[in-house]
């Protein structure tokens, strides 16, 4: 854990933060496809269950998906044990374990992923907080690469 802290830190708290608010969502609402507005036809929050990976693609692929998360998780912890990672790379993994981490643990323990935050503007697909740390991962490495290509 010396070699990378801000990567544990934030993999554990962003962890933490996704199945709560997970949790809060399954204790809150009684039916799958319940909806509460926050902003009326641009921001609900809706429960639904996932049995794919992003965007609902592979749908009922839970059981590879579950393995795959499981994998992912492992490769990268192992990865911050071994190896020392510069910040802003600890950043990125901590927020793909994250993510990784709390869809698997969802796909192992219900055989689907809780996903709840549903913008309708643009009609885009329902996710997590765990959706959301993958993605902060993977734009921070896209910056990293930009910014090591530069150099």
């Known amino acids: 854990m010396n070699k990378n802290p801000s990567f544990w830190k ?19 609402f009684d039916n799958i496809g319940d909806t509460i507005p926050i902003w009326n036809g641009v921001f609900h929050f809706t429960y639904v269950q996932n049995t794919g990976a992003a965007f609902s693609a592979f749908q009922g692929g839970v059981s590879w998906l579950r ?16 190896e020392k990672f510069p910040l802003i790379e600890q ?8 993510g990784a981490f709390g869809n698997g643990i969802d796909r192992f323990l219900f055989g689907y992923v809780v996903d709840f935050l549903d913008f309708r503007l643009i009609n885009f697909p329902i996710f997590n907080v765990a959706d959301i740390c993958i993605n902060i991962g993977i734009i921070l490495l896209i910056y990293n690469t930009i910014k090591l290509y530069k150099k």
């Open 67 to 82: 393995w795959l998360s499981l994998l992912v998780s492992l490769g990268l912890m192992v990865g911050a044990w071994v």
């Open 10 to 28: 934030v993999a554990i708290i962003a962890l933490i933060l996704d199945q709560l608010t997970k949790y809060l969502i399954v204790i809150n």
């Open 91 to 98: 950043l990125a993994y901590g927020f793909i374990l994250a």
